[in-house]
């Protein structure tokens, strides 16, 4: 007859003998070791998810690319009295792609002198 307590023996034996005080801490260590890899799971995720963002919008970016260079150049190939003409001045032309650049509700542009007659 073999007298040795079995590993399942030993963990009946030992919950049997468990203080409440003692199952209240391991659930809360469970409960805490949960709320961890979640955490964990929720931080990889996000990073997955930001590094895609990203290369969307660099793709995104190299796909507008040859469009916004070619108006570039348009717009450089304009006289001052024609940037003027569209509200734009030639130091703009560097920002003219910047997403804060044309804001809605912006200061009304100077009319032309015919418009102003035809309104009057």
Not at 45 to 67: C, D, I, Q
Not at 100 to 117: E, H, I, M, S
């Amino acid at each position: 007859m073999d007298a040795r307590i079995t590993k399942e023996e030993t963990a009946i034996l030992l919950s049997l003998g468990m203080r409440p005080r003692t199952q209240a801490v391991d659930e809360i260590r469970i409960a805490a070791l949960r709320a961890r890899d979640e955490a964990i799971g929720n931080a990889v995720t996000n990073a997955f998810r930001n590094v895609f963002r990203g290369l969307g919008a660099a793709l995104a970016f190299l796909a507008s690319y040859p469009e916004r260079s070619r108006t570039l150049h348009q717009l450089a190939g304009l006289s001052d009295r024609e940037l003027a003409d569209i509200g734009l001045e030639r130091s703009d032309l560097s920002r003219v792609f910047d997403p804060g650049f044309a804001v809605p509700g912006r200061a009304a542009q100077p009319q032309p002198a015919t418009a102003r007659a035809l309104a009057a």
